[in-house]
């Protein structure tokens, strides 16, 4: 069986991020599992790394054993990541004849003409992107359709499917959704991507920063006061980085600001007090 092929890429904070060189994916590792996999690439004794993450742990010494053997076996010698979820049943689905909705957005120089079944599938996407909308229709340069039928959210674009999610997996959807954008705005194919990080970017023209964290933690927010002091908003929450040359690209859905945050921005940015609850 081929060993897999990665390279432990960077630590940001507490976390490492390793790069899976053959298919282009990534994990996020804690700083325990980063160091053991640090140390077997280095050829260090298994004994002595089993000793150090018993005493680490505060587990057994065969618990610890049987750890490091399912995580390298893990690691080096099956698929590290979760396929995405075929749909077997969905292949003969239509589209349906009739949408309720359709509106235009402009990225730049491309227009996009998404299509939606009704308002609860706009409302998974509309508001991120409702400061792209136009008013006047033009020709659209990529078609998107979204629905929901039989209880799953349905995403076709250029009149083909792409895949299905069950209303539980929504946020799946949306990034998948966010990354077909992302194709189309930047020209490159998926595999092209290094990946997509749950972060906040800015820069200033030359150098990007990312604010890595969970939901909740201020990435938003310090996204926004910085904006407000002349840095340039490069993604929110969705932030793309390319495999090439690890480059940040734009992404331009809309900074998401928390209601508790709407005091602190008001006085730099006024218009988030006005437009609260728009």
Not at 94 to 101: A, G, H, Q, V, Y
Not at 170 to 195: A, D, N, P, R
Request: charged content about 25%; glycine content about 4%; proline content about 3%.
């Amino acid at each position: 069986m081929k060993k897999t092929s990665f390279k432990i890429y960077k630590q940001i904070e507490d976390k490492t991020i390793v790069w899976f060189e053959d298919t282009n994916n990534y994990l996020v590792l804690e700083t325990t599992a980063a160091s053991i996999l640090k140390k077997i690439e280095k050829g260090v004794d298994r004994t002595q790394i089993v000793a150090t993450l018993s005493k680490q742990t505060k587990v057994t010494l065969e618990q610890a054993k049987d750890f490091i053997i399912d995580f390298k076996k893990r690691i080096y010698h099956q698929e590290p990541f979760a396929k995405s979820y075929k749909n077997n049943h969905s292949k003969d689905v239509k589209l349906p004849t009739f949408f309720n909705e359709c509106i235009f957005y402009q990225i730049n120089t491309s227009v996009f003409k998404i299509s939606y079944l009704s308002a609860l599938e706009r409302s998974y996407i509309h508001p991120k992107f409702a400061h792209l909308g136009i008013d006047t229709p033009k020709k659209a340069d990529y078609e998107f359709d979204v629905f929901i039928q039989d209880d799953f959210i349905y995403l076709f674009v250029e009149k083909k499917l792409v895949n299905r999610w069950a209303k539980a997996d929504l946020h799946y959807f949306q990034g998948k959704l966010s990354m077909e954008l992302v194709q189309k705005i930047h020209q490159k194919e998926e595999e092209e991507w290094l990946g997509v990080f749950h972060a906040s970017a800015l820069g200033d023209g030359k150098k990007a920063i990312l604010f890595l964290g969970d939901s909740g933690n201020g990435k938003s927010t310090s996204l926004a006061l910085l904006q407000a002091h002349g840095f340039d908003c490069i993604a929110d929450d969705f932030v793309p980085i390319d495999k090439k040359n690890q480059h940040v690209y734009a992404f331009p859905a809309a900074i998401s600001i928390k209601r508790n945050s709407v005091e602190t921005l008001t006085p730099f940015l006024p218009s988030i007090k006005r437009n609260e609850g728009a």
